[in-house]
Protein backbone atom coordinates (compact mmCIF):
# COMPACT_ATOMS: atom_id res chain seq x y z
CA UNK A 1 0.00 0.00 0.00
CA UNK A 2 1.40 3.64 -1.02
CA UNK A 3 2.77 5.81 1.79
CA UNK A 4 0.15 8.84 1.98
CA UNK A 5 3.15 11.00 1.71
CA UNK A 6 3.85 9.42 -1.62
CA UNK A 7 0.77 10.44 -2.59
CA UNK A 8 0.79 14.07 -1.37
CA UNK A 9 3.99 14.68 -3.07
CA UNK A 10 2.93 13.29 -6.52
CA UNK A 11 -0.48 15.36 -5.92
CA UNK A 12 2.10 18.42 -5.22
CA UNK A 13 4.00 17.77 -8.44
CA UNK A 14 1.65 17.34 -10.65
CA UNK A 15 -0.02 20.93 -9.34
CA UNK A 16 3.50 22.11 -9.28
CA UNK A 17 3.66 21.62 -12.95
CA UNK A 18 0.49 22.50 -14.03
CA UNK A 19 0.92 25.69 -12.81
CA UNK A 20 4.76 26.18 -14.17
CA UNK A 21 2.71 25.36 -17.31
CA UNK A 22 0.00 28.13 -16.83
CA UNK A 23 2.57 30.46 -15.89
CA UNK A 24 4.63 29.89 -18.90
CA UNK A 25 2.45 29.63 -21.46
CA UNK A 26 1.72 32.99 -23.68
CA UNK A 27 0.85 36.26 -21.10
CA UNK A 28 -2.48 37.61 -21.46
CA UNK A 29 -0.34 40.34 -22.64
CA UNK A 30 0.65 38.35 -25.98
CA UNK A 31 -3.11 36.48 -26.48
CA UNK A 32 -5.07 39.70 -26.29
CA UNK A 33 -2.20 41.43 -28.60
CA UNK A 34 -3.00 38.35 -31.17
CA UNK A 35 -6.30 37.87 -31.47
CA UNK A 36 -6.42 41.63 -31.64
CA UNK A 37 -3.99 41.69 -34.45
CA UNK A 38 -6.17 39.53 -36.52
CA UNK A 39 -9.13 41.03 -36.12
CA UNK A 40 -8.45 45.06 -36.54
CA UNK A 41 -9.52 46.33 -39.56
CA UNK A 42 -7.73 49.93 -38.91
CA UNK A 43 -4.55 50.48 -40.18
CA UNK A 44 -3.52 53.45 -37.21
CA UNK A 45 -4.83 50.86 -34.26
CA UNK A 46 -2.12 47.80 -35.98
CA UNK A 47 0.09 50.56 -35.61
CA UNK A 48 -0.78 51.28 -32.27
CA UNK A 49 -1.56 48.00 -30.87
CA UNK A 50 2.01 46.91 -29.72
CA UNK A 51 2.77 49.74 -27.67
CA UNK A 52 -0.34 49.37 -25.95
CA UNK A 53 -0.27 47.83 -22.59
CA UNK A 54 -2.59 45.11 -21.29
CA UNK A 55 -3.54 47.94 -18.60
CA UNK A 56 -4.33 50.18 -21.03
CA UNK A 57 -6.69 48.01 -23.03
CA UNK A 58 -8.36 47.81 -19.95
CA UNK A 59 -8.24 51.42 -18.61
CA UNK A 60 -9.88 51.72 -22.25
CA UNK A 61 -12.90 49.55 -21.26
CA UNK A 62 -13.41 50.91 -18.37
CA UNK A 63 -13.55 54.85 -20.10
CA UNK A 64 -15.89 52.92 -22.75
CA UNK A 65 -18.30 51.99 -20.15
CA UNK A 66 -18.72 55.30 -19.08
CA UNK A 67 -20.27 58.14 -21.17
CA UNK A 68 -17.00 60.05 -19.58
CA UNK A 69 -15.37 59.54 -16.10
CA UNK A 70 -12.64 60.86 -14.27
CA UNK A 71 -9.31 59.38 -13.03
CA UNK A 72 -9.98 58.54 -9.41
CA UNK A 73 -13.00 56.72 -10.72
CA UNK A 74 -10.99 54.54 -12.88
CA UNK A 75 -8.57 54.13 -10.11
CA UNK A 76 -11.61 52.99 -7.70
CA UNK A 77 -13.21 50.46 -10.29
CA UNK A 78 -9.86 49.06 -11.30
CA UNK A 79 -7.84 48.88 -8.12
CA UNK A 80 -4.65 50.45 -9.18
CA UNK A 81 -3.61 53.70 -7.96
CA UNK A 82 -4.38 57.52 -9.02
CA UNK A 83 -0.98 57.75 -10.44
CA UNK A 84 -1.19 54.49 -13.12
CA UNK A 85 -4.12 55.92 -14.27
CA UNK A 86 -3.02 59.41 -14.86
CA UNK A 87 0.70 57.56 -16.99
CA UNK A 88 -2.15 55.42 -19.23
CA UNK A 89 -4.48 57.79 -19.53
CA UNK A 90 -1.67 60.15 -21.21
CA UNK A 91 -0.34 57.61 -23.50
CA UNK A 92 -4.33 57.05 -24.61
CA UNK A 93 -4.33 60.27 -25.16
CA UNK A 94 -1.18 60.78 -27.33
CA UNK A 95 -2.67 57.82 -29.27
CA UNK A 96 -6.02 59.28 -29.50
CA UNK A 97 -8.13 56.84 -28.13
CA UNK A 98 -9.55 59.26 -25.36
CA UNK A 99 -9.95 62.39 -25.11
CA UNK A 100 -10.04 64.67 -21.82
CA UNK A 101 -12.70 67.50 -21.09
CA UNK A 102 -13.27 69.87 -18.15
CA UNK A 103 -16.50 70.82 -16.79
CA UNK A 104 -16.85 74.97 -17.24
CA UNK A 105 -17.95 75.52 -13.80
CA UNK A 106 -14.62 73.41 -13.00
CA UNK A 107 -12.17 73.39 -14.52
CA UNK A 108 -9.82 71.01 -11.63
CA UNK A 109 -11.49 68.09 -12.44
CA UNK A 110 -10.63 65.97 -15.23
CA UNK A 111 -13.06 63.40 -17.66
CA UNK A 112 -11.62 61.27 -20.05
CA UNK A 113 -14.18 59.37 -22.99
CA UNK A 114 -13.25 57.60 -25.89
CA UNK A 115 -12.51 58.76 -29.20
CA UNK A 116 -14.04 56.67 -32.16
CA UNK A 117 -10.64 54.81 -32.86
CA UNK A 118 -10.63 54.32 -28.78
CA UNK A 119 -14.39 52.81 -28.90
CA UNK A 120 -13.54 50.57 -32.09
CA UNK A 121 -10.47 48.97 -29.97
CA UNK A 122 -12.79 48.53 -26.85
CA UNK A 123 -15.39 47.06 -28.30
CA UNK A 124 -12.98 44.59 -30.27
CA UNK A 125 -11.13 44.05 -26.69
CA UNK A 126 -14.93 43.26 -24.97
CA UNK A 127 -15.46 40.85 -27.65
CA UNK A 128 -12.58 39.19 -27.12
CA UNK A 129 -12.83 38.62 -23.26
CA UNK A 130 -16.22 37.44 -23.92
CA UNK A 131 -15.02 34.73 -26.15
CA UNK A 132 -12.24 33.84 -23.09
CA UNK A 133 -15.22 34.14 -20.57
CA UNK A 134 -17.04 31.60 -22.85
CA UNK A 135 -14.19 29.03 -23.00
CA UNK A 136 -13.75 29.20 -18.87
CA UNK A 137 -17.53 28.71 -18.20
CA UNK A 138 -17.38 25.43 -20.35
CA UNK A 139 -14.43 24.33 -18.58
CA UNK A 140 -16.06 25.31 -15.39
CA UNK A 141 -18.90 23.36 -16.32
CA UNK A 142 -17.37 20.17 -16.85
CA UNK A 143 -17.13 20.27 -12.94
CA UNK A 144 -19.64 19.74 -9.77
CA UNK A 145 -20.03 22.73 -7.67
CA UNK A 146 -18.44 20.82 -4.46
CA UNK A 147 -14.84 19.97 -6.64
CA UNK A 148 -14.59 23.47 -8.33
CA UNK A 149 -15.21 24.88 -4.07
CA UNK A 150 -12.44 22.98 -3.47
CA UNK A 151 -9.98 24.01 -5.82
CA UNK A 152 -11.13 27.49 -5.25
CA UNK A 153 -10.59 26.85 -1.88
CA UNK A 154 -7.02 25.79 -2.47
CA UNK A 155 -5.85 28.31 -4.69
CA UNK A 156 -6.87 31.00 -1.88
CA UNK A 157 -4.61 29.58 0.62
CA UNK A 158 -1.69 29.04 -1.42
CA UNK A 159 -2.26 32.48 -2.65
CA UNK A 160 -1.82 33.65 0.95
CA UNK A 161 1.42 31.79 1.24
CA UNK A 162 3.17 33.06 -1.44
Known amino acids: MPD ?4 LLQLKNR ?21 LVG ?6 LKKLLPRLSVSSLHVLDVINAHESIKGVDIARDMGITKGAVSKITRKL ?11 PDNLKEIYFSVTSLGTELAELHRVFHQEQDQKSM ?8 ASLEIVADFLEKL ?3 R
Open 4 to 7: MNDD
Open 15 to 35: IEKSMYRILISKTDEDQDRLW
Open 39 to 44: RISDVR
Open 93 to 103: LDQDLISKTRL
Open 138 to 145: ELLTSFDA
Open 159 to 161: ASL
